[in-house]
Nanobody, 125 residues
């Protein structure tokens, strides 16, 4: 099993930056694709970004492309989400997610197997 714990959320002004971290447990982390989702009040949870096992392949939702960057450090069992040029529409609870061990990046995009508890990101206008 994989346990995920997010941190780094908070309140920022529009145009600012924030970096989220997701600490993962489990010896299979290095062979598990990871991703980030978010859910705003009254809206469905939506895909934000995902990264492959080795961190070479990434995919982003159009709404965050060019502003957000996902990365991972397998030695530290941690995945990051660097968020720049934040907009009020980015306000949401952000969830770290993981696919099944050895599953590809698309498995995370369409249906993660594991979720973190979420961290609140609020962008003021």
């Amino acid at each position: 099993q994989v346990q995920l714990v997010e941190s780094g959320g908070g309140l920022v002004q529009a145009g600012g930056s924030l970096r989220l971290s997701c600490a993962a447990s489990g010896r299979t982390f290095s062979s598990t694709a990871m991703g980030w989702f978010r859910q705003a009040p009254g809206k469905e949870r939506e895909f934000v970004t995902a990264i492959s096992w080795g961190g070479v392949t990434t995919v982003y939702a159009d709404s965050v492309k060019g502003r957000f960057t996902i990365s991972r450090d397998n030695a530290k069992n941690t995945v990051y989400l660097q968020m720049n040029s934040l907009k009020p529409e980015d306000t949401a609870v952000y969830y770290c997610a993981a696919g099944a061990p050895y599953a590809g990046i698309m498995a995370v995009t369409t249906g993660p197997n594991y979720w973190g508890q979420g961290t609140q990101v609020t962008v003021s206008s």
